[in-house]
Structure formats: C-alpha cells, structure tokens
C-alpha cells in the first residue's frame, strides 16, 4: 500500500464510450502525476499538476482531459478513444515535482483496453 | 533526441550482488538520480536516489561517477523477490522544455 489509490483497476471501454479514471492520495502531497505505460515501451509521463495547477502536458492527444480538483484528487476522464490508446495507466504524487529529486507515490494502475 | 540506456535483461542468482548501469548523457545541473523496482501489475516503487558519489540505504546502493553521465544500482545479496523490472530516472532539459526521461526498463531475473 502506497497510499496511493487508483480507480478503477481495470477497464474496457469502446471507442465511441466516455470514461473517467481517478486517483486519490493522502499522502499531503502537493504534485500529482498522469502516466502511460504501454507494453515494451518506457514511462510516458502525461499530465503533471503542482498546488492543482496543471504545470506540464506533453503532447497528450486531446481526448485525454485531466481534471485536479483539489490537491488530493486527480482525474483522467477519456473520450473517443483509440485502440492504441489501451495500456496501464498509472497516477503518482510527490511532495514536490519530481525532478527536483523528490521520491514519487504510485498506484497500482488501471489497466486500460480500448475495443 | 537525449534518452537513458539501460540493459534490456539481467540474470543472476539468489546470493549474489547484483548491478545495473544506466547511462544519461544530457543530465541537467540540478536532476537527482532515482531509481525505481516495478512488479507486474503494479506502479514502480522507490528504491534509492542519488546526485553524486554514492548513497546507500537499507535495500540498494547507487553510484554515481564525478561527470554523473551514468548510474549504477548495486543490489547486495538478491533473492527471488528482488526478480522486477527496474527502472532509472532523471530530469533532462531540452532546449527551454523540461522532461522527465525514464529508461526502458531492466528486467531482472533471479534464479534459485
């Protein structure tokens, strides 16, 4: 247990489907982190959000939309997607951006597949 | 485009110490060095993290050279748990963008 929490932990959804996936942690941290991990390929790091300000967005095709609500919660609501978009979704927080040499909290995933 | 390199696959066996070396040539000034263990299913997990010289916790020890141009995560007497994939990170500065680059992966496996 990391604490922490991603929902759900697996999910098939159409392509035609909107979905949300959601992360929740209780750690007090202030950054929260969206990853992609699809099979053979390194971590994509999606959407980085510091004091619930989206402070990074790397290249994330539109029909991934994050939402930060508060500095406990994150989402990633999905629309439209593609079947190459079907992977392991994986959420992190940390006290601070990570590259500042701060250890991250992962959840355990959503397994995405797109059909 | 700058990346980090690491082995694909290691094996070794239960007892024995173990290193993985993970080259990152663009590193910035200011990046740590962070090391990761990920089991199927699951998100990575933290194992040690490093700037420069050498760091030592109660699982691992990291090395890292005077240029910090490579990394080299030292498991002392592995078992059969410590078979993940592990996975090194740090900060590299693109032109005026900021990403965080993770290698590959390293698949360890340990055999009895």
């Known amino acids: 247990e990391t604490g922490v929490t991603q929902t759900p932990r697996h999910l098939v959804m159409g392509m035609t489907n909107k979905k949300s996936l959601k992360c929740e942690q209780h750690?007090?941290?202030?950054?929260m982190y969206w990853y992609k991990q699809s099979a053979k390929k390194p971590l994509e790091l999606m959407f980085v959000?510091?004091?619930?300000?989206?402070?990074e967005n790397n290249s994330v095709p539109s029909r991934f939309s994050p939402e930060c609500p508060n500095s406990s919660h994150l989402f990633l609501h999905l629309h439209t997607l593609q079947p190459e978009d079907s992977a392991l979704y994986l959420c992190?927080?940390?006290?601070?951006?990570?590259?500042?040499?701060?250890?991250?909290?992962f959840g355990q995933g959503t397994r995405l597949t797109v059909v | 485009l700058a990346k980090t390199t690491q082995p694909i696959s290691m094996d070794s066996y239960e007892g024995q110490e173990v290193n993985i070396t993970c080259s990152h040539n663009?590193?910035?000034?200011?990046?740590?060095i962070t090391w990761y263990q990920q089991f199927p299913s699951q998100g990575p997990r933290f194992i040690i993290q490093?700037?420069?010289?050498?760091v030592t916790n109660e699982v691992a020890s990291l090395f890292i050279p005077a240029d910090r141009k490579s990394s080299t995560l030292s498991l002392p007497r592995v078992s059969l748990s410590d078979t993940a994939v592990y996975y090194c990170?740090?900060?590299?500065?693109?032109?005026?963008?900021?990403?965080?680059?993770w290698g590959a992966g390293t698949k360890l496996i340990i055999k009895p």
């Open positions: 663009n590193i910035a000034t200011n990046d740590y």
């Open positions: 992190a927080s940390s006290q601070i951006r990570q590259s500042l040499g701060t250890e991250a909290f």
């Open positions: 959000y510091s004091l619930e300000e989206r402070v």
């Open positions: 750690l007090g941290h202030n950054a």
């Open positions: 490093g700037y420069k010289t050498k």
């Open positions: 990170l740090v900060g590299v500065r693109m032109d005026s963008n900021y990403q965080l680059i």
